[in-house]
């Protein structure tokens, strides 16, 4: 059976339509936020182009579908790269996306009905290209493919932008009625590659919103359900009252950044629910050995670390407290499929001495050292502008396997 073009797209254009209501119908159920929308745009502009190049091939004299469908195409990749940077934390630079729609739209207006099926065809691939390559490479950069999900999402649009690129390539060099071009890079070729890539990209989407979704709302609880620690809700507010009063009396006190080793490793290793206990033994550890008063939170910005906050410790004080941590992670195994893991942490240290009251200034300085302490090798305690002063065991670099 051979199809013709028109019924191609409009089969591509019910795929598309039925991945986009995918994705919004799990934007409706919660309550969406910046990355949602631009998200549910880039989804809404991949419906846009279908129908309106559906209805130019029904149509040539529907010249100014065609058009509607160029400025679409960009928008959807552009949208998608203006969503990746807000998920990032970033500007979203929205203002930037819709202007390479309207450029690509206008490119085929002003060629107006002669321009033909093609009109504002360069336009339109290299804007394409550019905004799939852009957001692959913002989740590169921004290190969100520790997750699956966004690892899918980058091969989704680095693989869209490497594609068109390759069609404004070929298109400048042998023309869109070339037979490469026709044969390898063709309408027929890219609906069903556009298919493929708007399926994949709505998949991880959803996945990565869930989870953003349960991480929101786990951190709107006081106490994190998972490893009992305190969410930035509860340990910001305590940790800045007890700082203030330390200020005030002249106390010293300590905030010491722990962070388990190999948790990555070990959900790759062994799935994601060894390494979540993993974090779990750690911070059952850690609350174990808590002085009283001391606060512990999870830290926000990593979600594998933990800070503690000890009123009234030096910083040898709070050496020897965050040592005997350490140590005791060491000597509780954890048990996975086949072996059992010493689990090991990194653990940095800053204090009223260096860094003064101010929580915010606390918290950066003790998760460098960690990460500091991390590069010297792992499994060890550094204090903040005391790097000669360290304690380690030897033996250990990361979770080993015990014998």
Request: with cysteine; proline share 4%.
């Amino acid at each position: 059976m051979i199809l013709d073009l028109t019924t191609v797209q409009a089969v591509a254009a019910v795929v598309v339509l039925t991945s986009s209501v995918v994705f919004l119908s799990e934007v409706w159920a919660r309550d969406g936020d910046t990355v949602d929308r631009l998200w549910s745009m880039a989804f809404l502009a991949a419906v846009a182009t279908g129908v309106a190049y559906l209805a130019a091939t029904i149509d040539p004299a529907l010249w100014w579908a065609n058009a509607v469908g160029n400025g679409a195409s960009v928008l959807t990749t552009f949208a998608m790269w203006s969503g990746v940077r807000a998920h990032l934390g970033r500007r979203p630079l929205v203002e930037v996306s819709l202007a390479a729609a309207v450029v690509a739209l206008l490119a085929t207006v002003v060629q107006g009905p002669d321009g033909g099926p093609w009109a504002g065809g360069i336009v339109v691939l290299l804007g394409t290209a550019a905004g799939g390559l852009l957001g692959g490479a913002a989740l590169v950069r921004g290190g969100a493919v520790r997750l699956r999900a966004a690892v899918l999402l980058a091969v989704v649009l680095i693989t869209a932008g490497v594609f068109y690129a390759v069609r404004a390539v070929v298109y400048l060099v042998a023309g869109p009625e070339s037979a490469a071009f026709r044969l390898y890079l063709g309408t027929e070729v890219t609906t069903v590659v556009v298919v493929l890539l708007v399926n994949g990209a709505a998949f991880s989407m959803v996945v990565l919103r869930g989870r953003y979704a349960r991480d929101r709302q786990d951190a709107a609880r006081n106490f994190d359900p998972m490893t009992g620690a305190r969410t930035g809700v509860s340990f910001q507010p305590r940790a800045h009252e007890q700082l203030r009063d330390a200020a005030a009396s002249g106390r010293p006190v300590a905030l010491v950044a722990i962070a388990p080793e190999g948790v990555g490793q070990i959900a790759v290793a062994f799935g994601r629910e060894f390494a979540d206990q993993a974090l779990v033994t750690a911070g059952e550890i850690t609350q174990m050995l808590l002085p009283p008063r001391a606060l512990i939170g999870r830290d926000e910005l990593d979600g594998q670390a933990f800070q503690v906050l000890l009123p009234g410790y030096s910083a040898a004080d709070a050496q020897a407290w965050a040592t005997q941590v350490r140590k005791e992670l060491i000597d509780t195994p954890l048990d996975v499929p086949g072996s059992r893991l010493r689990l090991t942490a990194s653990v940095g240290i800053a204090t009223d001495r260096t860094d003064g009251y101010a929580l915010e200034a606390l918290c950066d300085s003790a998760r460098r050292t960690s990460q500091a302490a991390l590069g010297a090798g792992g499994n060890r305690v550094l204090v903040a502008g005391e790097s000669d002063r360290t304690d380690r065991s030897p033996g250990a670099d990361g979770p080993d396997v015990q014998s």
